[in-house]
T-cell receptor
């Protein structure tokens, strides 16, 4: 059974800092790895999706990497802004292509 | 982009009431819809997967008679929490998928269910 772990559980940084969120998964047989953002009381917004054959994906100030062999993914946020404050969830999609297993998230606070 | 609408956003009701939550894909056809449950400060736990026109597949430990799922069309799935009790209070989120795993799931905004 796939297990996804995210470290740290919470992170508070001053505005402008670059930061890294970590995600690890126990079963490397994944279809893809996804990063989501969740604002309080809201659903999920997809940020980046990395296929199992890829090493990284970039979107604006966000860069996600994937090392399938070691079961790790990182989300790099450059020049953080207060608007980046949210919970960030990573999720591994099993090879059948349907079930997503989520980590417990990293709650990020960017202080102005 | 793809939009998933979930309704209602919040429900407060008495114990014993049955509550229906709707999940609609507004601008695409969803071959598969998923229902998740999220407790405070915890991650999303998959409850069930439903494909249009067939019975839902429930995850281990999820009571199918308690959480009734209907996916009658390619744009609508419903989750009915039958005879809800306080322990059913949670945040319920649906997502929809079209095609295969190359595409991300699109999530609704969730429903906060509070049973008194």
């Amino acid at each position: 059974k796939q297990e996804v772990t995210q470290i740290p559980a919470a992170l508070s940084v001053p505005e402008g800092e670059n930061l890294v969120l970590n995600c690890s998964f126990t079963d490397s047989a994944i279809y893809n790895l996804q990063w989501f953002r969740q604002d309080p009381g809201k659903g999920l917004t997809s940020l980046l999706l990395i296929q199992s054959s890829q090493r990284e994906q970039t979107s604006g100030r966000l860069n996600a990497s994937l090392d399938k062999s070691s079961g790790r993914s990182t989300l790099y946020i450059a020049a953080s802004q207060p608007g980046d404050s949210a919970t960030y969830l990573c999720a591994a999609l099993e090879t059948s292509g349907s079930r997503l297993t989520f980590g417990e998230g990293t709650q990020l606070t960017v202080n102005p | 982009g793809a939009v998933v609408s979930q309704h209602p956003s919040r429900v407060i009701c008495k114990s014993g009431t049955s509550v229906k939550i709707e999940c609609r894909s507004l601008d695409f056809q969803a071959t598969t819809m998923f229902w998740y449950r999220q407790f405070p400060k915890q991650s999303l736990m998959l409850m069930a997967t439903s494909n249009e026109g067939s019975k839902a597949t429930y995850e281990q430990g999820v009571e199918k008679d308690k959480f009734l799922i209907n996916h009658a069309s390619l744009t609508l799935s419903t989750l009915t929490v039958t005879s809800a009790h306080p322990e059913d209070s949670s945040f319920y989120i649906c997502s929809a998928l079209t095609g295969n795993g190359n595409q991300p799931q699109h999530f609704g905004d969730g429903t906060r269910l509070s049973i008194l």
